[in-house]
């Protein structure tokens, strides 16, 4: 576990120009030979709650790290890459392969927030836990996944931002691998040659200008293995950085989903890169509606990556009858907060009920169904005629009386 290995003179190069906290780390096995490499640099952003107020913890990865709890995998167990710091914190990464490839499975980072010179104040303390797949795209064997592009990983309170990554698992004969398999972000955006690598060339993350429609995910929460929340949407955050800056982030359609389904609170949580948003639906009355969002956002502003923490509990959008499904082609705009918007197309969603693992009847959106007004009037008009009705039989039957009276 020495720093900057002579042997990886390009990984040397690039974290000796640009930055001075890429770290090194290696797992050995039981022969002594190399199994899983990696160097990275990595910046956390952890929200915490202090003494009476919410506060940001921001470290990096140390580059005493200990490779304790790491393993070359075996027959039924995969690689484990555990890289453990300070007072019981860690960040791990498992790995998988298959067809000649391999891939970082599910990264976990581990914080105590009873350390009090990363958590100063908490009022917790207690170790907590996240978990993304989203850090590496599989890549050939025998090849070393290389990232110089920064990437924000955000997930509840915790934003990662990864830079300058290089990892090879399943490593053959304890050599790590002179060929590159450059991620997409660094291909896509033609990073300049290692030698002219400079701190500025920073991958900014949602810079898209205005991007086109957002694709309609279909995401599904499963009670064990019955599927209980069923939303079909499509998702674009509108996010008001100043006065006249705004940004438009559509969320991709692959995003994880995950919740739970109760009878009265249901919570469906969709794991973007960059956003992770939480939609809550509850039942009153036998409707149900969408009456919380929670969205933790991570943005590249100005350079430097900012967290967009955004809820509202009091919303009450998409309401229809328990046991039936909400349908909403046209484009709706939820507004969750002064600095957040959410865009949505072609909603179909059922958070209750779901029977068979499809939805039920649907409930249409006023927007959708102009038609709507002509009940109204019909209802209207017979409303109308039964007043009139009724106060013709009391006037008929006053006539009447006095006529007797008259006698
Ligand atoms: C493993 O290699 C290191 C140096 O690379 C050496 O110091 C150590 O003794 C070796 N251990 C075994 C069990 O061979
Ligand atoms: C990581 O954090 C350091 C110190 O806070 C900062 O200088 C650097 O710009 C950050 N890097 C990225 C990619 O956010
Ligand atoms: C919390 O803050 C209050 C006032 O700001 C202070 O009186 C109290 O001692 C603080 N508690 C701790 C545990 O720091
Ligand atoms: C490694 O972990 C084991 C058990 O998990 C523990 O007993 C040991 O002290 C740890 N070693 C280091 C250097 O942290
Ligand atoms: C893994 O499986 C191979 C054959 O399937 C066997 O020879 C080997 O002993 C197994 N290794 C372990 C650690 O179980
Ligand atoms: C990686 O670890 C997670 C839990 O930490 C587990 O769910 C997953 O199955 C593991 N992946 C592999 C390939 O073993
Ligand atoms: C590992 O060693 C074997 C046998 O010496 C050789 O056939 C194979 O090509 C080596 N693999 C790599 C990646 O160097
Ligand atoms: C999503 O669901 C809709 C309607 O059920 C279906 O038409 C569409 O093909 C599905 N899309 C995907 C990617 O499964
Ligand atoms: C985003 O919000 C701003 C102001 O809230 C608005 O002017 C702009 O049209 C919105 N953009 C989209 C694509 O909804
Ligand atoms: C979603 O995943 C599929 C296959 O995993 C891939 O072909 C497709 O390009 C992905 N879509 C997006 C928008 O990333
Ligand atoms: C935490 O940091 C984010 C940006 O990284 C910022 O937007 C937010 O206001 C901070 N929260 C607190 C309580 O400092
Ligand atoms: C559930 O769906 C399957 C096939 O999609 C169908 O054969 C079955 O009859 C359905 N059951 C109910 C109760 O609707």
């Known amino acids: 576990m020495t720093r900057f290995g002579a042997s990886h003179l390009v990984v040397l190069l690039v974290a000796a120009i640009s930055v001075a906290q890429a770290v090194k780390i290696e797992v050995h096995g039981k022969d002594n030979k190399t199994c899983i490499y990696a160097v990275l640099s990595v910046n956390f952003t952890v929200l915490y709650e202090g003494n009476g107020t919410m506060e940001n913890a921001t470290f990096q990865l140390p580059d005493s790290l200990s490779s304790n709890g790491s393993t070359c995998g075996g027959n039924?167990?995969?690689?484990?890459?555990?890289?453990?710091?300070?007072?019981?914190?860690?960040?791990?990464l498992n790995f998988s392969h298959t067809d000649g490839k391999f891939s970082g499975d599910v990264l976990t980072f581990t914080y105590n927030t009873s350390d009090a010179k990363l958590f100063p104040g908490a009022k917790n303390k207690s170790v907590k836990h996240v978990a993304v797949n989203s850090l590496m795209e599989s890549v050939p064997l025998n090849t070393i996944y290389t990232c110089r592009s920064v990437k924000a990983i955000a997930s509840e309170a915790v934003v990662m931002v990864f830079w300058h990554v290089g990892i090879q698992a399943f490593v053959e004969n304890g050599t790590i691998s002179k060929n590159e398999s450059f991620c997409k972000a660094d291909v896509s955006t033609t990073v300049s040659p290692v030698t002219t690598q400079t701190t500025s060339t920073v991958t900014p993350i949602p810079t898209k200008p205005p991007p086109d429609l957002p694709a309609v995910g279909n995401y599904t929460v499963k009670n064990g293995s019955d599927p209980c929340l069923l939303a079909n949407m499509g998702l674009q955050l509108?996010?008001?950085?100043?006065?006249?800056?705004?940004?438009?982030?559509?969320?991709?359609?692959?995003?994880?989903?995950?919740?739970?389904?109760?009878?009265?609170?249901?919570?469906?949580?969709?794991?973007?890169?960059?956003?992770?948003?939480?939609?809550?639906?509850?039942?009153?009355?036998?409707?149900?509606?969408?009456?919380?969002?929670?969205?933790?956002?991570?943005?590249?502003?100005?350079?430097?990556?900012?967290?967009?923490?955004?809820?509202?509990?009091?919303?009450?959008?998409?309401?229809?009858?328990?046991?039936?499904?909400?349908?909403?082609?046209?484009?709706?705009?939820?507004?969750?907060?002064?600095?957040?918007?959410?865009?949505?197309?072609?909603?179909?969603?059922?958070?209750?009920?779901?029977?068979?693992?499809?939805?039920?009847?649907?409930?249409?959106?006023?927007?959708?169904?102009?038609?709507?007004?002509?009940?109204?009037?019909?209802g209207a008009a017979l409303a109308g005629l039964i007043v009139i009705v009724v106060i013709a039989y009391v006037i008929g039957r006053r006539s009447s009386y006095a006529g007797y009276q008259t006698l």
């Open 76 to 92: 039924n167990s995969a690689p484990l890459l555990n890289m453990g710091f300070g007072t019981g914190h860690s960040l791990s």
């Open 238 to 378: 509108n996010i008001t950085i100043t006065e006249n800056q705004a940004r438009v982030i559509n969320i991709n359609s692959n995003s994880t989903a995950s919740g739970r389904c109760g009878d009265k609170h249901s919570v469906l949580l969709l794991q973007d890169t960059d956003a992770t948003i939480q939609f809550h639906f509850f039942v009153e009355q036998s409707k149900f509606f969408l009456k919380e969002v929670q969205a933790n956002v991570s943005l590249l502003v100005n350079g430097s990556t900012t967290t967009l923490n955004s809820s509202n509990g009091n919303l009450k959008y998409w309401q229809a009858f328990v046991g039936s499904s909400y349908i909403c082609r046209s484009e709706q705009r939820l507004v969750v907060t002064d600095k957040l918007a959410i865009n949505t197309f072609n909603v179909w969603l059922q958070p209750f009920e779901v029977k068979n693992g499809t939805f039920s009847r649907a409930e249409e959106c006023s927007l959708d169904d102009d038609s709507i007004l002509i009940p109204i009037i019909v």
